[in-house]
């Protein structure tokens, strides 16, 4: 059964990342620029895609969600809610693309996650486990707690973080085999947990199967990396290993800006904990300027506050 699989790294600047494979060309180009983090080659790959009349609603749907992703890894958030959620009027439209329809729910949930409304991300993502449960698709399940443990680890709270990965161990277990990618994703938010617990020992062990398991899934998978080197820099930061700290921060900052510009929610995020780092190691003016860069960065994209409205009803049916 075709599906999205939906792999999050939220920690500190939320972000949703696709990895998919499709039998059709098209999809699968898409899934190929959103792995190399090439936004503006995905938006007009998908807006092109989107103006074939010829495509199925499930299509449609899909591509309705990788411009949504694109929209959103840009900082802007209306534009990539409305995506969101036309691709939730089209995907199950004929009743044959639940388990697509609740990964484009998880999909959304970031979207509320990132912008600050952890509640309403929260109740997306527990309609979206719901549903997957429903299928009996483990996998899914799994991938949606998981999403609900990083939402707890943004919002600082260990017990329903520890809560959330205990749900998303048991799907593992159900499931069987899951793919090195999604393993991956699960074992950064393990990180983000044992930072909580104040074990940063821990979290860079974590981070550091992250990167292995990237490496296994044999494909481009660049922004996964560069933001695993920034989580690492902060990791190897609170253990006091300024050294490392700063070689790993100040790689994930450099393949971000290579990847995906200068001028994404996460670079801005990323700056941030490269300039905590280079303060640590004494470099105050370059910290402060990096500092000043990412705050000015981040107070210019007005859709933070615009997209600050109501889940539409077509995600909570």
Request: charged share 20%; proline share 2%.
């Amino acid at each position: 059964m075709r599906r999205i699989l939906i792999c999050v790294l939220l920690a500190i600047a939320s972000s949703r990342l696709l990895a998919s494979e499709y039998p059709t060309n098209a999809l699968s180009s898409l899934a190929d620029l959103t792995r190399r983090g090439q936004l503006p080659q995905l938006m007009q790959a998908a807006n092109s895609l989107l103006a074939n009349d010829k495509l199925a609603p499930a299509d449609h749907g899909l591509a309705l969600i990788y411009l949504g992703y694109a929209y959103q890894q840009q900082g802007d958030f209306t534009k990539a809610t409305a995506n969101y959620e036309k691709a939730l009027t089209l995907i199950n439209r004929d009743g044959q693309h639940s388990p697509d329809y609740a990964a484009a729910l998880a999909a959304m949930a970031t979207v509320y996650a990132q912008i600050g409304q952890f509640d309403t991300a929260k109740h997306v993502l527990l309609r979206s486990v719901h549903l997957f449960e429903n299928e009996n698709d483990h996998d899914g399940a799994a991938m949606a707690w998981n999403d609900l443990a990083t939402v707890a680890v943004q919002q600082h709270s260990r017990r329903e973080a520890h809560k959330d990965m205990a749900h998303s161990n048991a799907e593992q277990q159900l499931a069987g085999d899951m793919a090195a990618g999604e393993l991956a994703a699960i074992t950064t938010t393990e990180g983000g947990i044992a930072e909580l617990d104040r074990d940063p020992n821990a979290a860079i062990q974590d981070y550091q199967h992250a990167l292995e398991l990237w490496k296994q899934t044999n494909q481009d998978q660049q922004q996964r990396t560069a933001w695993l080197y920034v989580l690492l820099g902060g990791a190897y930061l609170e253990a006091g290993d300024i050294s490392d700290a700063r070689e790993m921060a100040g790689r994930g900052v450099a393949l971000l800006e290579a990847t995906s510009g200068s001028q994404t929610p996460r670079y801005f995020a990323a700056q941030i904990i490269y300039a905590k780092v280079l303060d640590a190691s004494g470099a105050h003016v370059e910290a402060s300027r990096l500092r000043k860069e990412a705050q000015a960065g981040m107070n210019t994209g007005t859709d933070r506050q615009r997209a600050q409205s109501e889940i539409s009803v077509s995600a909570l049916r």
